[in-house]
Structures are given as C-alpha cells and as structure tokens.
C-alpha cells in the first residue's frame, strides 16, 4: 500500500525556469511532510519541510505549497539551476496523538534533470 | 561537524549468510533510524533507536535486527540473507524522537548485493 506516491518518475526543465515536483499522499494521520534531494551515491538530504498548520513554506528558491483537501503537496524551485539536478523525494510522518516517532513514509522518487 | 558515517559502503554476500552494518550518527543526536532503499523506490522504514530503545519497527522480518550503543552508534543486522535483501541501507540520525521540525540527517548507506 503506497501511500505516497510521486506520479512522475521525471521531469526535465531548462536552466532558470520553475521546476514543479508533485506529491500525493493518502493517510489523513500524516501532519507533516519534507522533502529530500538525492545525488548519485550520496544519501538523501533534506530540503524543506511544512507542518500540515500551514500551506506554504519558502526557503530561498524553494517553496513547498500543502493542499490537505486534496491530500497533495508540491515543490517549487524557482529558479531551476543545474546543480539542482537529482533525485527529489517527498515524505510524511504523523506526530500527533502521542505515538510520534521518527518513522517517515516515502513516495517513489521524481528524477529532476536541470539543462543549461 | 562530521555528518553521518556508515561501514561499509559496498558488501558482497552469498545467501544465507549474515551481515552487520555500522552506523555513527551525528553528535549530539540521540535517535537513529535505519531505511531500506530498493532500486528505483523511495527509502522504506526499518527501525528507529532513541536513547539506546527500540522505538519502532517497520513491516520487515525477524531476520533483520538492531541495536544501539551508549555513544548512539547503531548496528543494524540482517540473518539468513535473501537476493531480495539486495539494496542500498541507510541510515540517518537526529535529535529528537520526534521528525517534527527535526529532519533526518541521512549518511550515504551501504549497498550490499547478495549473490
């Protein structure tokens, strides 16, 4: 059972454009989300996150928008560079109800190729 | 600050065998999880260790097993290895039991390939 799911294994995009990298979830529990950047025998790093209180998080030249009605979360990166060029992953994680722990639940990866 | 050290970053086994991943979080972090990334998937759960007690474990067999260390380091072992245990292992710490506003910091795992 996905319940993340990242629909598109890729996306390319030219040099100062916006990028846009979707995600679906479908657990209603999960109420905060984050996403991960992955280069080539590195492992992930964190990029932003947003708490499900809110339905926009910026950070430089990314932004994270949250849409609960839809169970949907996007990641902007504005304007795409080509070092941006790498794995994008989005996760969710539940933290309320006292069972909070630092299991995170992750979609399937959306390959971002930046080009000059 | 060194980031999140794991050994070895390649193995080779044969089915059947065991094997014993290492993992130093970073300092001052308490919690250390361990993921299972398979080709072409995102990162799957396998256990979380804070403060030296499992604190929870995903949906994996009772063939994979961890522990954690009173300097935090963490050791995750595989028994009765399968070719379906071939994958890329990661590991990440932070501070908090909680991922709320304390992201995982993730090291660059090792791929072990079960042949």
């Known amino acids: 059972d996905q319940q993340v799911k990242q629909n598109s294994p890729s996306l390319s995009v030219q040099e100062g454009r916006i990028s846009i990298l979707n995600c679906d979830y479908t657990?209603?529990?999960?109420?905060?989300f984050l996403w991960y950047k992955k280069y080539p025998a590195e492992g992930p790093t964190f990029l932003i996150s947003i708490s499900s209180i809110k339905d926009k998080n910026e950070d430089g030249r990314f932004t994270v928008f949250l849409n609960k009605s839809a169970k949907h979360l996007s990641l902007h990166i504005v304007p795409s560079q080509p070092g941006d060029s790498a794995v994008y992953f989005c996760?969710?994680?539940?933290?309320?109800?006292?069972?909070?722990?630092?299991?995170?639940?992750f979609g399937q990866g959306t390959i971002l190729t930046v080009h000059p | 600050d060194a980031g999140v050290t794991q050994s070895p970053t390649h193995l080779i086994k044969t089915r059947g065998q065991h094997v014993t991943l290492r993992c130093s979080p970073i300092s001052g972090h308490k919690s250390v999880s361990w993921y299972q990334q398979v080709l072409g998937q995102g990162p799957q759960f396998i256990f979380q260790y804070y403060e030296k007690e499992e604190r929870g474990r995903g949906n994996f067999p009772d063939r994979f097993s961890a522990r954690q260390f009173p300097n935090y380091s963490s050791e995750l072992n595989v028994n009765a290895l399968l070719l379906g245990d071939s994958a890329l292992y990661l590991c990440?710490?932070?501070?908090?039991?909680?991922?709320?506003?304390?992201?995982?910091?993730f090291g660059n795992g090792t791929r072990l390939t079960v042949t």
């Open positions: 996760a969710a994680s539940v933290n309320a109800g006292g069972t909070s722990y630092g299991k995170l639940t």
């Open positions: 657990n209603s529990m999960f109420d905060y």
């Open positions: 990440a710490s932070s501070r908090q039991f909680s991922s709320y506003n304390s992201p995982l910091h």
